[in-house]
């Protein structure tokens, strides 16, 4: 693999296990235990565990399609594999993935100060502030970025610790019956989980700027390993304290969780939870907003802030004429799918691609060396 970008452009390896994991941890963690419980109900915690695991493997599969790429993503493989026309589709196809990423993060975030905060200020307002910070944010660089993703995944964490308040309320004999679902539940389940994971893609494109990238993998499957735990924690927490026709009917119920708490000198602790929210939906962003900043600067070769003004823009006109909760939840559904497509169906499908050329390659060397 040839590595093309500087060294002062590139980061330590550990910093590689924030970058992801503040890809994955996103505005999803407020409402998703309502969509996973659809299947595998009260064991659906079951099957995210399982995607969570899932995770490890589709990531070591990414590590080894990269360090077969000639620069190490996935602009390079693409044009390696299908030439030169086609490699640049396939590479506008993951921009417009990397759209549908911004897109739905800001807006199910702009949902939820609507409601819960500034019902009266209108959604373009909100989503114009979050796209200016993140311009802000990206424009300094991946270190930037990267600084970015670690205090906003620090800091907001530590508020996690307030949801052992609702294990006082604890009904464990909600998990009651275990395993008692049909496969095709699971599978469901598993689905629904999905989104909750999406960000470990962005590998494809972060590879390259990591030093010493080849022996980086134990910072992403530790950043794997840290998702996981994480929403496993909330779900067993909600599903002890909500059963199961509760989440059916409660949008954020990580939220509601949150109203327990009580403290003499705040009415309101959902607030801060809103609140700090912003902190972590803004790592979420600048990582894909770099992203789409990238593959434009290599598939045509705009400079930077042309190719930041342009996916910010784009971002933008799309999120205006988004409104109504049904429209989101469709919008949330498309990510699931696209994000399930990319991970299990795409990247396996370039990793046999290169298996087999490997195989050739191998083959015919052998020949080659059999005539000498």
């Excluded at 990423?101 to 009266?120: A, G, K, S």
């Excluded at 993998?217 to 599903?239: D, E, G, P, R």
């Excluded at 930041?308 to 699931?336: A, H, N, R, Y």
Aim: charged share 10%; aromatic share 16%.
């Amino acid at each position: 693999m040839g590595n093309h970008v500087k060294e002062s452009l590139t980061l330590s390896p550990y910093l590689l296990w924030f970058l992801l994991h503040g890809t994955q941890v996103g505005i999803a963690m407020l409402s998703f235990q309502r969509y996973i419980i659809t299947g595998a109900e009260q064991d659906s915690w079951v099957s995210l565990l399982l995607v969570g695991i899932s995770m490890h493997f589709i990531t070591w599969i990414m590590f080894f399609v990269l360090k077969n790429a000639n620069e190490g993503d996935i602009i390079s493989l693409h044009q390696q594999l299908f030439g030169k026309w086609l490699g640049k589709c396939l590479t506008l196809g993951f921009y417009g993935y990397i759209l549908l990423f911004l897109i739905t993060e800001i807006r199910l975030y702009v949902e939820v100060l609507h409601v819960w905060v500034f019902p009266n200020t209108k959604i373009w307002i909100f989503s114009l502030m979050i796209l200016m910070i993140c311009i802000y944010l990206v424009s300094g660089g991946l270190r930037v970025v990267a600084g970015v993703c670690f205090f906003c995944i620090v800091i907001p964490s530590l508020l996690l610790l307030s949801l052992s308040v609702p294990l006082k309320y604890a009904h464990w004999t909600n998990f009651l019956p275990l395993f008692n679902h049909q496969f095709n539940d699971y599978a469901e389940s598993a689905f629904h989980s999905l989104t909750l994971f999406s960000g470990v893609e962005f590998l494809l494109l972060l590879y390259p700027f990591i030093k010493n990238n080849e022996k980086s993998q134990k910072w992403a499957q530790i950043s794997n390993v840290h998702t996981t735990i994480l929403y496993l924690f909330i779900t067993l927490v909600s599903f002890s304290y909500f059963n199961i026709q509760q989440l059916e009917h409660t949008i954020w119920p990580t939220l509601i969780l949150s109203k327990i708490i009580q403290l003499p000198f705040l009415e309101r602790f959902d607030s801060i939870y809103v609140y700090n929210w912003f902190l972590i939906i803004v790592a979420r962003c600048c990582v894909p907003l770099w992203a789409g900043i990238r593959i434009l600067r290599k598939t045509f070769g705009l400079k930077a802030r042309p190719s930041l003004w342009i996916t910010s823009t784009i971002v933008f006109i799309c999120l205006i004429p988004l409104k109504g909760q049904k429209m989101i939840e469709k919008l949330d559904f498309l990510l699931s799918v696209t994000g399930g497509i990319l991970l299990y169906g795409y990247i396996p499908l370039l990793f046999i691609l290169i298996l087999i050329i490997n195989f050739f390659k191998k083959k015919h060397m052998v020949k080659i060396k059999g005539k000498q």
